[in-house]
């Protein structure tokens, strides 16, 4: 894939349908997390989050350094211990950011491409102080030749790594020392149709705390032998930590952006506290029990018409209920990458109920007037920032076949390829 694909392929994010929490151990462990009757809860209104949206222009946009953070997609957070909030990007630029007018003479802070595609690398993670501000960019490689933050694996085909969601968990069960467990997303380069590559695996890094030093990186579910990739399941785009375990979501990836528009099924696995990076503590759900097999596991959300999921999901805990975020992709009525869904279950299993449409994502002002521009990973950030209700953040990019006219949009324009925030309020449902 050329370089000059970036922003092209941060979109990828989108179309991989994964999430996650995690539990259980026992192959035919019939426990649950204690859920019973619940209350079912919608989205009744939202508010823009200007603060936290405006946080990422500003650190985006600042000039005192070139070796960080300027723009990218999946936008995950984890809340740590000392109450720091860590980011996990795909696909960042990096380098500097020139003040408008842009060379088109239009009022956006851009790129300057003259001498080629700006600096970028396949993953990195912001550092967000208690406060709210965003301080540094953690990466790979050395002064002066930054690199990803989590290795690009070295084979006759290009292959890199995508972080998704991540958990703080006891080092080993029962211990008193925590750790960062992050998902990755394990990727090769493909023909077409996958413009994104194809998922290999689901893998497992461990970071040391509070120093945020990487351990190590573990593979906890193989997909490379599934002969068709689009049967290959990827796991880890949200992750809940409840009872003592981590309830982890997957689901099958997508090959173009307009698979970003059809519905599709989510898997559920779960793994007790401590064992994130343990293959063998990994269970999957087979539609009656936690089991060994991941080839045996079974859809919990989608019935390949209008209830599913589409792109990238999102799961929180709110009191006894479970809430599903997802762009509206699913059936005829389906409103693609404009709108956000939710669903409701009082098991992370379900049955899930649904969708609710939640609300349109806006998008950033922009002189061509944004008919490219698209929102998309629907991420919710529960104990980030101060105001009322749910932050939910969203992905922006361009949407074009052209690898170029990509580039092109989101260099000229650089709010195009960054996270937009809002607050959700949600209310009971009948």
């Not at 695996?201 to 997909?223: H, K, M, N, W, Y």
């Not at 002969?227 to 009872?243: E, N």
Request: aromatic share 8%.
């Amino acid at each position: 894939m050329d370089r000059r694909q970036t922003a092209g392929a941060g979109i990828a994010l989108a179309l991989l349908l994964v999430v996650g929490l995690v539990v259980v151990l026992t192959d035919d462990d019939g426990a649950d997390d204690g859920a019973g009757a619940c209350t079912g809860l919608a989205v009744s209104g939202w508010t823009a989050d200007t603060a936290t949206t405006d946080e990422f222009e500003r650190y985006g946009n600042d000039a005192a350094r070139t070796d960080d953070w300027t723009g990218g997609d999946g936008n995950h957070s984890v809340r740590l211990p000392d109450g720091r909030t860590l980011w996990l990007v795909s696909d960042p630029y990096l380098g500097q950011v020139q003040p408008p007018p842009n060379r088109q003479g239009q009022q956006h802070a851009w790129r300057d491409t003259s001498l080629g595609t700006p600096a970028w690398t396949r993953n990195a993670a912001l550092v967000m102080s208690q406060d709210g501000r965003l301080e540094r960019t953690l990466l790979g490689g050395a002064p002066g030749a930054p690199a990803s933050l989590f290795p690009e694996p070295g084979a006759p085909v290009r292959q890199w790594r995508w972080p998704v969601h991540a958990v703080v968990e006891p080092r080993a069960p029962g211990s008193s020392e925590q750790v960062l467990r992050v998902l990755l997303w394990h990727r090769q380069e493909a023909q077409q149709p996958w413009i994104y590559g194809v998922p290999l695996a689901t893998e497992v890094a461990t970071f040391s705390l509070p120093d945020l030093r990487l351990e190590g990186i573990a593979q906890v579910d193989d997909q490379s032998r599934v002969a068709d990739p689009a049967d290959r399941l990827v796991y880890g785009a949200a992750a809940v930590s409840r009872g003592g375990w981590t309830y982890v979501w997957g689901g099958t990836d997508g090959r173009t952006p307009e698979q970003a528009e059809r519905s599709s099924r989510a898997h559920l696995a779960r793994v007790p506290a401590g064992r994130l990076a343990d293959r063998s503590a990994w269970r999957f759900w087979d539609g009656e029990r936690w089991g060994r097999d991941a080839a045996r596991s079974e859809p919990v959300l989608g019935d390949g018409g209008r209830k599913g999921v589409g792109s990238a999901f999102s799961v929180v805990r709110r009191g006894d209920t479970w809430v599903l975020f997802t762009m509206d992709a699913g059936g005829p009525r389906g409103s693609g990458l404009t709108t956000v869904a939710s669903y409701w279950a009082c098991r992370p299993e379900g049955p899930w109920h649904g969708p609710d449409k939640a609300f349109t994502a806006p998008l950033p002002e922009d002189a061509a007037g944004g008919s490219g521009a698209a929102a998309y990973n629907p991420q919710a950030h529960p104990g980030v920032g101060s105001g009322d209700g749910l932050l939910l953040g969203y992905d922006v990019n361009w949407l074009d076949a052209n690898a170029d006219t990509v580039s092109a949009h989101v260099h000229r324009n650089v709010a195009l390829y960054r996270p937009r925030f809002v607050r959700l309020h949600l209310d009971t449902v009948e």
